[in-house]
Structures are given as C-alpha cells and as structure tokens.
C-alpha cells in the first residue's frame, strides 16, 4: 500500500510540468466574450467596453451609498490600480452603478473623493433603462433593500485585452489576489 502511494506521488510530481506552463489563478476561470456596453463615467464621457480592447478591464456593480461590500471592493480595485503590474497591463475599472436613482452625478464625485479612486477608476451611471440591460448581460440581480440599501450581485469580472471574460472574482477577492492573477496573465 505505501508503495503504490509512492508510485502515485512520484507520478503527480513528474507529470505536474506536463503541457507547458500551466498559470495558477486566485479567480475562477472565464473564457467567454465580454458583453459590450456603453455608459456615462463620472465626468460624462461615454464609455464602452469595447473601447477599451487592448487593455485589461475589471468589470464590477457598485453603488454609492453601499454600507458594507462596495467601498471594500472599490478600495481593493483601486490598491490594485496603482501597482506597476496593473499600470504595464494598462488596467482599468469599470465599476457600474446598480442604484440608478441615487447614483447622481454629486454622489458618484463625493464616493470618488472620499475613497480616493484614481483616474483609471471609471464610475459608470445610466438610468434605470440604460442600466438594466447590462445587469442582465453580466447576470447581475438588483432590488431595492431596506434602509435604502440595494441588495445586488457582488463580482469582479476581469477581461483581457481581446475582450474575453478571463476570470471571476467574488466579493471577498483581495489586492493581491488580483495583483497575483494580473502578474500571471501579462508575462
């Protein structure tokens, strides 16, 4: 018996190189054309994914008076954003607002302002109309909450230069897990 678990573990680490390099990834693994969409960012500039094709993208749902989840990620993404990985990568977040009635302009500048975003961190806002048809292209579920909260999917997707989803993050992915991912992908 210890000899044939020998035998398996001698195989496993022989054949653990096979195939090439093979990258080790914190998020789960995409491989699916990223929905095109075209909204306002925080200056009033359109922008659309497809724009953005020969860079990475982050795309996450986001509101402005979110009391737990969203100025961790936002916080999270915009660490990110500032590491050299991230900047040779040209990275940029498009965080898209799931509170299209209290998403104004003013509340969107304040939320940049006090978490302290930097310019790659694109805040995008629509109506309601604007909005809905990109939530149900990234599968994104938003209601109303109590207190004024909006109960909504917490994800990150990363897309690669070519406009292909490459990895999903849940709520919880760290600085470094994207950081870490990134540094895979543009070797």
Not at 14 to 22: H, P, Q
Not at 169 to 183: C, I, K, N, P
């Amino acid at each position: 018996m210890r000899a044939a678990l020998l035998l398996l573990a001698l195989v496993a680490v022989l054949t653990a190189g096979c195939g090439g390099s093979s990258a080790s990834f914190d998020g789960t693994k995409l491989s699916t054309p990223a929905p095109n969409f075209t909204l306002h960012d925080q200056s009033g500039t359109p922008v659309s994914l497809a724009a953005q094709r020969g860079r990475y993208v982050i795309v996450t749902f986001l509101y402005t008076h979110c009391p737990d989840v969203c100025p961790v990620i936002a916080g999270n993404l915009n660490r990110v954003l500032q590491m050299p990985v991230a900047q040779r990568a040209g990275l940029r977040v498009l965080a898209v607002s799931v509170d299209p009635r209290r998403d104004t302009h003013a509340a969107v500048a304040h939320f940049i302002h006090v978490h302290r975003l930097v310019p790659s961190f694109l805040y995008l806002t629509g109506t309601r109309a604007q909005l809905q048809p990109v939530w149900t292209s990234f599968h994104i579920a938003s209601t109303p909450g109590p207190n004024g909260t909006v109960s909504h999917s917490a994800f990150e997707i990363l897309v690669d230069p070519k406009g292909r989803e490459r990895l999903l993050y849940d709520s919880s992915v760290t600085t470094a897990e994207v950081v870490h991912d990134l540094g895979e992908l543009v070797k």
